[in-house]
């Protein structure tokens, strides 16, 4: 079977999706290695905990269906043109909430808080784009590019996030959503969100690169 460890990773953390997303709105691949030509992803319209390893879809980067019993993603394109343009190991993709309200607004994320080094200074907002072209997925690597981040708001739809792995991009997903949530419930108590400068923010990421989180 090809990208087996791959589609088992898939099987093994797509249910965490059920936790950030609604419905079945969200989805996650895991590629052959940072710069692999291939990539299993969670497959199109069925509950994430229901499908089995050779059920996974497996993806080119150059998105044609290589394997897998399952249709693939309808946001395969998005995953596949980020792999194209990118040497990452991992994405996931949600519509989470507290996110989703920052992508609504078009505003992007300041460094509210020293946790925000997990993916970047700031987390941007990508520019709107039908879901599934490669229109959006050139914004959303943009987005990423500019903010030297690696994750980003998308305009009127979700969050994207990538890794090294799958662990880390789901922990980071984790992490840009609370801190979405801590900003915006900040601002609703009527307060406003005071920002970490670059100088302080350098010395987390030193801190991070010597000891971990
Ligand atoms: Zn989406």
Not at 85 to 104: C, F, L, Q, Y
């Amino acid at each position: 079977m090809i990208l087996e460890s791959q589609r088992r990773a898939v099987v093994e953390h797509a249910p965490e999706l059920a936790a950030l997303t609604p419905g079945r709105t969200g989805n996650l691949s895991v590629r052959d290695g940072a710069s692999g030509d291939a990539f299993a992803v969670t497959p199109t319209g069925v509950p994430y905990d229901s499908f089995e390893v050779d059920d996974v879809p497996v993806v080119g980067v150059d998105g044609d269906r290589r394997d897998g019993e399952m249709a693939p993603s309808s946001e395969v394109p998005m995953h596949a043109a980020i792999y194209r343009r990118e040497d990452v190991g991992a994405i996931v993709h949600t519509h989470s909430p507290w996110s989703t309200a920052m992508a609504v607004a078009h505003e992007p994320l300041p460094p509210i808080h020293y946790m925000i080094v997990a993916v970047g200074k700031r987390v941007p907002v990508a520019e709107y784009a039908p879901y599934g072209t490669d229109e959006l997925a050139e914004h959303i690597v943009r987005a990423m590019d500019e903010a030297d981040a690696t994750a980003t708001f998308v305009e009127n739809h979700g969050l994207v996030v990538t890794a090294s792995d799958i662990e880390t991009a789901l922990e980071n997903t984790h992490h840009v959503e609370s801190l979405a949530r801590l900003y915006l419930e900040t601002r609703a108590a009527g307060l406003e969100p005071r920002t970490l400068s670059d100088e302080q923010l350098e010395t987390v990421l030193e801190k991070f690169e010597s000891y971990g989180q």
